[in-house]
């Protein structure tokens, strides 16, 4: 008698908290989701983002000002800002946040 495997997807909810905890002017990118909602900086900083998770993601911005292209696992990309911004994982869409410069 051949035995039946049945696979049920889940997804694993993880509270704010256990994400890691980002530098100023940085973005961590882990649980798939962007460190913070939203990071605010003056006009000229350099934010970096740093992919902590285990797929790959992308930070693009809604505007088209910055794409980071696909970033592996441990990979960074830096994007200098100088006006506010909303971005998305083009992989992940329900992945958003934005940088407000102010």
């Known amino acids: 008698m051949a035995a039946t495997a049945v696979f049920t997807?889940?997804?694993?909810?993880?509270k704010h908290s256990q994400h890691?905890?980002?530098?100023?002017?940085?973005?961590?990118?882990?649980?798939?989701a962007f460190?913070?909602?939203a990071?605010?900086?003056k006009a000229g900083t350099s934010v970096t983002f740093v992919n902590k998770d285990g797929a790959?993601?992308?930070?693009?911005?809604?505007?088209?000002?910055?794409?980071s292209g696909r970033?592996?696992?441990g990979a960074t990309f830096a994007t200098t800002v100088t006006k506010s911004?909303?971005?998305h994982c083009n992989i992940h869409s329900y992945m958003t946040a934005k940088i407000t410069v102010g």
């Open 39 to 41: 990071i605010t900086v």
């Open 56 to 67: 790959n993601h992308t930070a693009t911005a809604d505007d088209g000002s910055f794409d």
């Open 9 to 14: 997807p889940i997804r694993i909810a993880y």
């Open 71 to 73: 970033l592996s696992t």
């Open 20 to 32: 890691p905890k980002a530098a100023a002017g940085q973005v961590v990118i882990s649980n798939f």
């Open 85 to 87: 911004v909303s971005y």
């Open 35 to 37: 460190s913070a909602n």
